[in-house]
């Protein structure tokens, strides 16, 4: 284990002092200036959610450090699909203990790269510190319940990692012909559903509200205790009524808090969650509490 990775191990997250955990941010760009995306991806993400700065992972810190948050961090590895290479997990990994105090790193693994995959996700846990694994089967091309991505879930549910599945359209593709091959039918919460099936004590996170699939998410989310909902993607005065109300009820100790940032920040995600109609009771659980259990930063408070 590599200097950095030891220091990361001695840093301390001050849960307590932190106003709210981001589990959904992305890594754009590596310390050499690639992208996490083609530029033809990223012109249509542009076109779909506006133009935004790409900071890198340092600047990522010091953006959360100075409003108090921890934020989750990862990169997409969509190579097989996209012929775009990624950024190394081991750059965000070594980039986030560097930052320990504030941010979180998840790897992501085409599940295409077969045994090769399975074995990066055991070295990213147990010598980098990986918390969990970003997929994005739209982009990755893949549905969640296919056999090819299950040795990769099988190590990940034995590593105690998360698998955090994008859910529901993306902008990733939006306005190019064919949509840049993006299919959406892959990001049917229904299709992890399978998965958390199969894999019962893998924890899972559905990113997003799941548009066209809201119901489906939520069914999900109640039926199965492993699985989680995130409200990254969507400024929260477009949630879905149906979001809100299980979010202030039935799954009020499973919904958390992200972003999307860069392409949304925390700071307009949060100006437009603190008008929608959450109890005050639950507030704190969706900014910080479930997340800090999920990802076994502390005990539960709920």
Known sequence: MNAVMNAAMNAVMNVEELTAIDVH???????DGHTSLSPELFGASAEYFGSHERPTIEQMAAYYRERRM???????????????PRIANEEIAESCAAHADVLIPFGSIDPHKGRAGVREARRLVEEYGVRGFKFHPSIQGFDPNDRLAYPLYEAIEELGAIALFHTGQTGIGAGVPGGAGVRLR??????VDDVA?????????????????????????????????????????????????YANTLLKDKVLFGSDYPVIT???????????????????????????????????AA
């Open 25 to 31: 941010t992305h890594a754009e760009i590596s310390k």
């Open 70 to 84: 921890a934020a989750v961090v990862f990169t997409v590895d969509a190579e097989h699909a996209t012929g775009h």
């Open 186 to 191: 892959h990001s049917n919460p229904m299709l």
């Open 197 to 245: 099936v199969d894999f019962p004590h893998m924890k899972i996170i559905l990113a997003h509200p799941s548009f066209p699939w809201q119901d489906e998410a939520l069914a999900v989310a109640t039926h199965k205790p492993s699985v989680y909902i995130d409200l990254s993607g969507w400024s929260p005065k477009y949630f879905p009524p149906q979001l809100v109300r």
């Open 266 to 300: 925390p700071d307009r995600w949060l100006k437009d969650f603190a008008a929608l109609d959450i109890k005050p009771e639950v507030r704190p659980k969706i900014l910080k509490d479930n997340a800090a259990r999920l990802l076994g930063l502390k005990e539960s």
